[in-house]
């Protein structure tokens, strides 16, 4: 069974940093792209970031480029973001997001629980 | 940025009925296009890639149809758990992007 378990969210002043991580278990960590996507709550959903499975290639939405670092560390299955000079607007839950994962009936792809970041003073 | 524009915002049907959602493309995103549901406290939940294709375990009763910039999901038959918001999403540029959702609530 594929699971995502995203951890590191909480309350942070402006200006400040946070590392969110995604614990991934259940299918070949690095064999797949992984995305971090972002809601508002109550708002629609916003594509951060995007790192391919061996880690060499990274996207960021203009949002987030030159404050937000994603990563991986495929020895743990584990998926990173590193975000700095945070704003309340950055204010959200964070998903970790697989790639389309095609198994024996289907296709399909996983988002963790969630994890939530309030930048407030 | 391409702009996903859905529609209607909030659609009151009741059990049993059809529903049928829009989602428009600023630009065409060929059919690389993805529909999502959203429940209360809940991650989305992926229904449909490539614009048709069901995503693993989802229900006959919910289909895509479209290309271009012209696309929508149609429920054949709505159940209880069906009532949630839908997202639409393009991946076909980046940044890959979704729509504001349509609220699907029980009239």
């Known amino acids: 069974e594929v699971q995502l378990v995203e951890s590191g969210g909480g309350l942070v002043q402006p200006g400040g940093s946070l590392r969110l991580s995604c614990a991934a278990s259940?299918?070949?960590?690095?064999?797949?792209?992984m995305h971090w996507v972002r809601q508002v709550p109550g708002k629609g959903l916003v594509c951060l970031s995007y790192?391919?499975?061996?880690?060499?290639?990274?996207t960021y939405a203009d949002s987030v480029k030159g404050r937000f670092t994603i990563s991986r560390d495929n020895a743990k299955n584990t998926l990173y973001l590193q975000m700095n000079s945070l704003r309340a607007e950055d204010t959200a839950i964070y998903y970790c997001?697989?790639?389309?994962?095609?198994?024996?009936?289907?296709?399909?792809?996983?988002w963790g629980q969630g994890t939530l970041v309030t930048v407030s003073s | 940025e391409i702009v996903m524009t859905q529609s209607p915002a909030t659609l009151s049907v009741s059990p049993g009925e059809r529903a049928t959602l829009s989602c428009r493309a600023s630009q065409s995103v060929s059919s690389n296009l993805a529909w999502y549901q959203q429940k209360p406290g809940q991650a989305p939940r992926l229904l449909i890639y490539g614009a048709s294709t069901r995503a693993t375990g989802i229900p006959a009763r919910f289909s895509g149809s479209g290309s271009g910039t012209e696309f929508t999901l149609t429920i054949s038959s709505l159940q209880s758990e069906d009532f949630a918001v839908y997202h639409c999403?393009?991946?076909?540029?980046?940044?890959?992007?979704f729509g504001q959702g349509t609220k699907v609530e029980i009239k």
């Open positions: 997001v697989t790639d389309l994962i095609v198994g024996a009936t289907g296709a399909t792809n996983y």
């Open positions: 259940g299918f070949t960590f690095r064999t797949y792209r």
């Open positions: 999403q393009q991946y076909n540029n980046w940044p890959s992007t």
């Open positions: 790192i391919n499975g061996d880690g060499s290639d990274t």
